[in-house]
C-alpha cells in the first residue's frame, strides 16, 4: 500500500509538502516517480528519484522549484513543492517503478505500485 498525504488549497507563491508512505513493502529496491493529472489534462510526469535516493529528474515545468527526496528508513518519499502557480493544480500520484527500470525511465516505466492520488489546488 502506497499512502499519500499533504496535499490541499493553498495561494499563489505558497508551498505544500506531499509524502507518500508504504507499508507492506520497501522502498529500498524501488526507484519513485510523481505524476500528475489536471482536469482535462492528461498525466503528466513531475519528479523521479532514484533507488537510493542519490539521484533525480524534474519535468521542466517544476525544476528549480520542487525537490523530491527519499527516506528508505522510513519508507517514505517526499515532494517539496514551492512557489506553487495556478497551473500546478491537480491531483498528484506517487508511484513505485518496477525494479527493472529506472528514473530514464519513469515517463514510460511500468509501476508496482501506486498512491491513490492527493488533490492540490493552487487559488487566490
Known amino acids: 500500500q502506497f499512502v499519500e498525504s499533504g496535499g490541499g488549497l493553498v495561494q499563489p507563491g505558497g508551498s505544500l509538502r506531499l509524502s507518500c508512505a508504504a507499508s507492506?513493502?520497501?522502498?529500498?529496491?524501488?526507484?519513485i516517480g510523481w505524476f500528475r493529472q489536471a482536469p482535462g489534462k492528461e498525466r503528466e510526469g513531475v519528479s523521479c528519484?532514484?533507488?537510493?535516493?542519490?539521484?533525480?529528474n524534474y519535468a521542466d515545468s517544476v525544476k528549480g522549484r520542487f525537490t523530491i527526496s527519499k527516506d528508505n528508513a522510513k519508507n517514505t518519499v517526499t515532494l517539496q513543492m514551492s512557489s506553487l502557480k495556478p497551473e500546478d493544480t491537480a491531483v498528484y500520484y506517487c508511484?513505485?517503478?518496477?525494479?527493472?527500470?529506472?528514473?530514464?525511465?519513469?515517463?514510460?516505466?511500468?509501476?508496482?505500485?501506486w498512491g491513490q492520488g492527493i488533490p492540490v489546488t493552487v487559488s487566490s
Open positions: 507492506g513493502f520497501t522502498l529500498d529496491y524501488y526507484a
Open positions: 508511484g513505485a517503478l518496477t525494479p527493472y527500470y529506472t528514473c530514464s525511465d519513469y515517463l514510460e516505466g511500468e509501476y508496482d505500485y
Open positions: 528519484i532514484s533507488i537510493t535516493g542519490g539521484s533525480s
